[in-house]
């Protein structure tokens, strides 16, 4: 197999498919460096109550513990969703070379939709940007794991569902692509 944008795209939906696992909105990233995955991370904000526990942020400071430094330079973020301003932030801050995404995010995404931090010539570094790998892919996730949440809502709501895991599900209402 070729390992192209499309194959690491795949291991880092794999990470949002492991989210989705435990109720998590499914996002994934992966970090890779000179032909291999030196980082994954899924989004745990609901697990861990934690508002920075995006799947960019935890792959970013497991690479940097992996490589025993917080300069990622080489290394390029796959990650299944336009990353927010805290990821782009962290993006910016470890020197990563490049970011690969699948899907924009109209409310939130900082690599082109409301912000482009990736290449601001106010900040020290900039980065490479390559959107829209699988985007088809990443976008269904997203939109079948609402609807699906949609879904148990409603039914909940018509008293044909009793009190289950659902009620632990993240509301969706304001946050459709919040990672
Ligand atoms: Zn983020």
């Known amino acids: 197999m070729v390992r192209d944008d499309a194959y690491w795209m795949g291991k880092a939906i794999a990470q949002a498919r492991k989210a989705e696992a435990v109720g998590e909105v499914p996002i994934g990233a992966v970090i890779v460096k000179d032909g291999a995955v030196i980082a994954r991370g ?103 794991f609402f609807a699906a949440l949609r879904a148990r809502k409603k039914q909940f709501k018509a008293g044909n569902g009793e009190m289950s895991e659902w009620s632990m599900v993240p509301d969706s209402k304001s946050s459709e692509t919040e990672a």
Not at 114 to 142: I, W, Y
């Open 42 to 144: 899924h989004n745990l904000r609901e697990s861990r109550q934690d508002p920075a526990a995006h799947a960019e942020m935890i792959a970013i400071r497991k690479a940097a513990k992996k490589l025993a430094s917080w300069r990622l330079t080489g290394a390029t973020l796959y990650v299944t969703l336009e990353p927010c301003t805290m990821c782009m932030g962290a993006v910016i801050l470890s020197r990563l070379d490049k970011v690969v995404f699948g899907s924009y995010d109209p409310k939130g995404g900082a690599a082109g939709s409301l912000f482009d931090l990736s290449n601001d010539k106010r900040l020290n570094h900039s980065v490479a940007l390559t959107p829209g790998v699988r985007g088809d892919e990443t976008s269904a996730l997203l939109s079948n």
